[in-house]
């Protein structure tokens, strides 16, 4: 059987709180071992990690791949072209496509495109209500059935606490958790940044914390009264951490996420980038961020998830009221949150567990996230010292819409393996690959 051996990296696995020296093989698709010292065998393809971070693939919870009905924004195939990219090996897609995502078609549509043209693994999240209209369920138990791994109504607020907590006692008895966009619309019917000084300033409408805090608060007591999984989608204000904290003491079952944006920017990014930096939730206060940060270090923010929202130059070239909310963030995930790490605000294990073995947990996919043998041959090899440009034009993702434009990182993904398969190599990892040639006993991959 041949295998592919990856060589001498520093494997950091939270998922087994392994980190060490060594190599990762795997045969078929499959890890068979993580950290032991293995000899080439003839049939076997080499990669050389040392001086690299080998880690699980990463798993993004909340991504947006347009598919089907806006495909001029992004497809299933350069979007997972693009989460390859960054590292990621598993993205769950958010159901607000046209049509959406609300019954076992549109369900089947994805999986079957992901399976043929995918490069790599796409698990469906289905809608809560139909046509993410709020009023009527979905069918949770056939919808489950079929492979919805959650059910969201993404940037679609359940604003009727009646069908909210009917929806959390069907998302029980199915077994998955339902990803909560938290949103007051009363608060928010106008407002397209953070309400603050800056928006004041700048004469735009201002949405508030409270907006999301409110809303955070009545579904964790809805959570607490049906006795059901609640994920907290793109955790933005120091309100927000605070109830997820609270609620987890409680015995909740809530989890969170926070996105790479909300835990590197404030909202001065729209003093620079106006329209490029319009997101939903909207980027807050220096304090907001701080305290996003802390919840993700102490683990009250169990995962990092990108909300991947590619958007074509039309949507966003426009006044700051009519353009669309949203950033194309799968390339520049990692690269922006190795600052944290480089400063010593986060530690690399954590960042990684939050990527790996964090959202694994949340999705009960005991084979995704980790190196255990058995488990899915999903691996990353990162260069945390190399330095790049962000390059928007660069992009595999349709959507160019970045406030990271030209903004230079430390820290790149330079290798993605998926099912035992390398689907992305950085230029100089294949510069490097053609040196190396012949080396071997068969040709390395690097």
């Given at each position: 059987?041949?295998?592919?051996?990856?060589?001498?990296?520093?494997?950091?696995d939270?998922?087994?709180?392994?980190?060490?020296?060594g190599?990762?093989?795997?045969?078929?698709?499959?890890?068979?071992?993580a950290?032991?010292?293995h000899?080439?065998g003839?049939?076997?393809?080499?990669?050389?990690?040392?001086?690299?971070i080998v880690?699980?693939?990463?798993?993004?919870?909340h991504?947006h791949?347009?598919d089907p009905g806006?495909?001029?924004k992004?497809?299933i195939?350069?979007?997972?072209?693009?989460a390859?990219?960054?590292?990621?090996?598993?993205?769950?897609c958010m159901p607000n496509?046209n049509?959406?995502?609300?019954?076992e078609?549109?369900l089947?549509?994805?999986?079957?495109v992901?399976?043929?043209e995918?490069?790599?693994?796409?698990?469906p999240?289905a809608?809560?209500?139909?046509?993410?209209k709020?009023?009527?369920?979905t069918?949770?138990a056939?919808?489950?059935?079929?492979?919805?791994?959650a059910?969201?109504?993404?940037?679609?607020?359940?604003?009727?606490?009646?069908i909210?907590?009917?929806?959390?006692?069907?998302?029980r008895?199915?077994?998955?958790p339902?990803?909560?966009h938290?949103?007051?619309?009363?608060?928010?019917e106008?407002?397209y940044?953070?309400?603050g000084?800056?928006?004041?300033?700048?004469h735009?409408?201002?949405?508030?914390?409270?907006a999301?805090?409110i809303?955070v608060?009545?579904?964790?007591?809805?959570?607490?009264?049906?006795?059901?999984?609640?994920?907290?989608?793109h955790?933005?204000?120091?309100g927000?951490?605070?109830?997820v904290?609270?609620a987890?003491?409680r015995?909740v079952k809530?989890?969170?996420e926070?996105?790479?944006?909300?835990?590197t920017?404030?909202?001065?990014?729209v003093l620079?980038?106006?329209?490029?930096?319009k997101?939903?939730?909207?980027?807050?206060?220096?304090?907001?961020?701080?305290?996003v940060?802390?919840?993700?270090?102490?683990?009250?923010?169990?995962?990092?998830?990108?909300?991947?929202a590619p958007h074509t130059k039309?949507?966003?070239t426009?006044?700051?009221?009519?353009a669309?909310?949203?950033?194309?963030g799968?390339?520049?995930?990692?690269?922006?949150?190795?600052?944290l790490v480089?400063?010593?605000?986060?530690g690399?294990?954590?960042l990684i567990?939050a990527?790996?073995?964090?959202?694994a947990?949340?999705?009960?996919?005991p084979?995704?996230g980790n190196?255990?043998?058995?488990s899915?041959g999903?691996?990353?090899?990162i260069d945390i010292?190399?330095e790049?440009?962000?390059d928007?034009?660069?992009?595999?993702s349709?959507?160019?819409?970045?406030?990271?434009?030209g903004?230079r990182?430390?820290?790149k993904?330079m290798?993605t393996?998926?099912?035992?398969?390398?689907?992305?190599?950085?230029?100089?990892?294949?510069?490097?690959?053609?040196?190396?040639?012949?080396?071997?006993?068969?040709?390395?991959l690097?």
């Open positions: 059987m041949a295998s592919l051996i990856i060589r001498g990296g520093r494997i950091i939270p998922g087994q709180n392994m980190d060490r020296i190599d990762v093989v795997i045969t078929d698709g499959k890890i068979v071992s950290g032991l010292n000899d080439f003839g049939d076997s393809d080499v990669i050389d990690a040392r001086g690299m880690c699980p693939g990463f798993i993004d919870l991504a791949l347009r806006y495909e001029n992004e497809t195939v350069t979007g997972t072209r693009a390859a990219r960054g590292g990621f090996t598993t993205v769950c496509t049509p959406p995502i609300d019954d078609l549109q089947d549509y994805v999986k079957t992901a399976l043929k995918g490069l790599v693994r796409v698990l999240i809608c809560v209500t139909k046509g993410e709020g009023e009527v369920l069918d949770f056939r919808l489950a059935h079929a492979g919805a791994v059910f969201s109504d993404d940037g679609r607020p359940v604003m009727k606490s009646s909210m907590r009917a929806a959390l006692e069907a998302a008895w199915a077994g998955v339902v990803i909560d938290c949103e007051d619309l009363s608060l928010t106008k407002g940044m953070n309400e000084e800056i928006s004041h300033r700048l735009i409408g201002g949405a508030p914390a409270a999301e805090d809303m608060a009545r579904d964790l007591s809805l959570a607490e009264l049906t006795g059901s999984h609640i994920h907290i989608a955790v933005s204000t120091e927000s951490v605070d109830l904290r609270r987890k003491a015995g809530v989890t969170a926070a996105t790479p944006h909300h835990l920017m404030t909202e001065e990014k620079t980038f106006g329209t490029t930096a997101v939903n939730p909207p980027l807050r206060t220096r304090s907001d961020v701080q305290a940060v802390r919840g993700l270090r102490e683990g009250v923010i169990d995962a990092v998830a990108t909300d991947h039309e949507d966003k426009t006044d700051f009221a009519h669309a909310f949203g950033i194309s799968f390339e520049t995930a990692l690269g922006s949150l190795m600052g480089h400063s010593g605000t986060l690399l294990g954590r567990a990527m790996t073995c964090g959202p947990r949340i999705l009960r996919k084979d995704l190196l255990k043998p058995g899915n999903d691996v990353v090899l010292d190399r790049w440009v962000v928007v034009s660069k992009f595999a349709k959507g160019k819409n970045s406030p990271l434009e903004t990182l430390k820290g993904v290798v393996v998926f099912g035992g398969k390398v689907v992305y190599q950085d230029d100089i990892i294949i510069a490097r690959g053609k040196e190396a040639a012949g080396v071997a006993n068969k040709p390395s690097i």
